[in-house]
């Protein structure tokens, strides 16, 4: 069976950039589109198959997060979001809005393409009802059994503790917003509460790092959320 290549939509109104990421992407053997603004983008999102959406949140004809918004209605393939770094709070609505991804300019291309590479390997996943058990180094988690072992012992974990893992696990290697975090871990009124997550998030560390300083496994992505990093 011949494998089609991969198809990606830029949509980025900076020439530079959008060159940068075309070459790139062809170069790695993606077939590319491009769009300079948010209509062109959504034109081509609904006549062409794409199988990786990379959008910058500013662009001339309207701001990134809506046509994320509007691609969200109809296609559950993975967004990457490019953004400056004055654009913090856009990134986190982003992610909320439901883009699984970002990658803050300037970036390499190695970076890119490893960010890609588990954004396309997350979908693959989820489109075959998911992964169930991931593994941490010695650490195993088994959502179904709502287990995790260390070495094959039991790591014993509060309500709150694994319903915190559990979130993260499913979007495993992605990062996942500190919003997102408490609104589904604490309920939907306990948005102002993000000390609570960083205590929790200590006492996870320090039950499935190999060693809690710095942290490998359970990333804190600054000003946006946590990252579950786990073995492929
Ligand atoms: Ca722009």
């Known amino acids: 069976m011949s494998r089609e290549p991969c198809t990606a939509l830029v ?6 950039i959008r060159h940068m990421l075309v070459s790139a992407l062809t170069a790695g053997g993606y077939q590319v589109h491009e769009a300079d603004c948010a209509a062109q983008g959504e034109t081509l999102a609904g006549n062409r198959r794409i199988d990786v959406f990379l959008i910058d949140l500013g ?3 309207g701001d990134g997060l809506e046509l994320i918004r509007r691609l969200r209605g109809w296609t559950q393939r993975p967004i990457l979001v490019l953004s400056g770094r ?9 992610l909320d809005g439901g883009a699984d991804d970002y990658l803050i300019k300037p970036f390499g291309v190695a970076e890119l393409h490893a960010r890609l590479r588990v954004a396309l390997r997350h979908a693959a996943q989820t489109s075959h009802a998911g992964r169930t058990s991931l593994r941490l180094g010695p650490v195993a988690i088994d959502l179904d059994g709502k287990t995790v072992t260390r070495s094959g012992e039991l790591v014993r974990l509060t309500g709150t503790q694994w319903r915190l893992l559990a979130l993260l696990a499913k979007h495993a290697n992605r990062v996942v917003t500190t919003r997102q975090l408490l609104h589904e871990v604490w309920g939907p009124n306990q948005s102002d509460h993000a000390h609570y997550l960083r205590v929790y998030v200590h006492q996870l560390r320090r039950k499935l790092e190999p060693d809690a300083n710095p942290p490998t496994r359970l990333l804190t992505e600054t000003g946006v959320g946590y990252r579950l990093v786990v073995d492929d």
Not at 11 to 16: A, K
């Open 86 to 94: 004055t654009q913090e709070s856009e990134k986190v609505d982003a």
């Open 11 to 16: 949509v980025e109104d900076d020439p530079q």
């Open 59 to 61: 662009l001339p004809d």
